[in-house]
């Protein structure tokens, strides 16, 4: 692998040790994945920030490398830890684990990464430009970066991405490269596509068709952001992809594999994501919710209040919340009894602290996720339903 000159002085040591191991890993990865060079980056987005996923060893993994004199150089966010950083206690957060969680925060923030603990980093200032390469490691920001905001970057580990940072670089392969950019299946969609949930539900039932590639969604127009900040999550929570196109004009290679997506297909996804029983904590915000959902949520709540033994929580970024809090969307939400946290989510925070045991939830990657990461049942389902399984009028 080519190394610049300035490279093979991190990898020497020349800049420091934190920066020589961070260089070091990064060499590793680009020779596994056959790169021929690095590529400097605009940017990092670092997973692998909660402590209920991390655990203690990856807690000092980051303590050491902050200690080293490790610096990101890149402008570089958080993806969500594992509670919200004031509220806590009322998600029957313990005080053993918030600690634990405070010296992660700490690790990160001493190696300068922003302390924004959101899977929506281009709600909150982390957009990069179209064609600029970035580290990005959640993977809804992934295909996001990748399909929307036309930036490149692969599916990144925590660990890399932090290297990443630290070295303002990142292997050169996978989906830095033009080549490796085109659609690999057509996808053709015969059921009516018009809630968010439909756009979940479709992200959901292609990457559990297709498991991998680069989806084109041919004739699918939508500018939607958060339809497709939605259909990103799913596309990427039950296969691997980390990129889709959507629209009418490109140009395609003859030979691709074609999928059709009918209404049957969805269904069959809805029926995997669907428990038993009633549910008992509704949960809207995967991925992290924009200003337009808690907007639309304010609205959706009037005159409506959470019934008794159920409970609304509702996930978003701190920057957001700080927009809805000016514009009396939090005073509409929180009157009508649920809650918004901030800088977590239901899948890398300890749900099954909540006290709740079957969540519904209008995004097909928090229902994939909650059964494994906190044992509560889940199901998903529409924005609507979602809220009357939960809500009563006033
Ligand atoms: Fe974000 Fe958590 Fe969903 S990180 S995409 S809200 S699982």
Redesign the pocket.
């Known amino acids: 692998m080519y190394l610049s000159r300035e490279e093979e002085r991190m990898l020497s040591g020349e800049e420091g040790l934190a920066v020589q191991k961070a260089m070091q890993l990064l060499t590793a990865l680009g020779e596994v994945f056959g790169a021929e060079r690095m590529v400097k980056i605009e940017s990092a987005q670092i997973a692998g920030v909660s402590y209920g996923n991390i655990g203690d060893a990856g807690m000092e993994f980051l303590e050491d490398w902050a200690d080293l004199g490790g610096k990101v150089r890149v402008k570089s966010t958080l993806?969500?830890a594992g509670m919200d950083l004031d509220k806590w206690k009322e998600m029957g957060i313990d005080d053993e684990y918030y600690q634990r969680q405070m010296r992660i925060l700490k690790a990160f923030e001493k190696m300068g990464v922003e302390i924004t603990c959101t899977?929506t980093p281009y709600l909150v200032g982390n957009r990069p430009r179209s064609g600029a390469h970035v580290a990005w490691s959640?993977s809804?920001a992934v295909v996001f970066a990748n399909s929307v905001l036309g930036a490149r970057t692969n599916r990144e580990g925590g660990p890399s991405a932090l290297a990443a940072a630290i070295t303002g670089r990142t292997p050169c392969y996978g989906l830095h490269l033009e080549d490796n950019r085109v659609p690999t299946a057509i996808v053709k969609v015969e059921a009516r596509l018009e809630s968010i949930f439909d756009f979940s539900l479709l992200g959901y039932t292609v990457g559990r068709i297709l498991g991998s590639g680069i989806p084109y969604f041919k004739g699918v127009l939508v500018r939607d952001f958060d339809k497709l900040k939605i259909m990103s999550?799913a596309l990427a929570a039950s296969g691997g992809i980390a990129m889709f196109y959507v629209g009418d004009r490109r140009r395609t290679a003859d030979k691709l594999e074609k999928v059709c997506v009918d209404q049957r297909e969805l269904e069959l996804s809805r029926e995997k994501l669907s428990s038993e029983g009633k549910p008992d904590l509704a949960c809207i915000?995967?991925?992290?919710c924009s200003i337009q959902e808690l907007r639309d949520l304010a609205r959706a709540l009037k005159d409506k209040r959470v019934k008794e033994g159920c409970a609304l929580w509702v996930?978003t970024s701190q920057g957001v919340y700080d927009q809805a809090k000016d514009r009396g969307y939090l005073r509409a939400i929180e009157g009508a009894g649920g809650k918004v946290f901030t800088d977590t989510?239901m899948?890398?925070c300890p749900l099954e602290k909540s006290g709740y045991s079957h969540m519904v939830s209008n995004?097909c990657?928090?229902a994939h996720?909650v059964p494994s990461t906190s044992g509560l049942k889940a199901t998903a389902t529409e924005t609507y339903l979602v809220l009357e399984s939960v809500m009563e009028g006033r």
């Open positions: 993806n969500p899977c959640e809804s999550a915000g995967c991925p992290h996930w989510c899948v890398v995004s990657k928090a996720y």
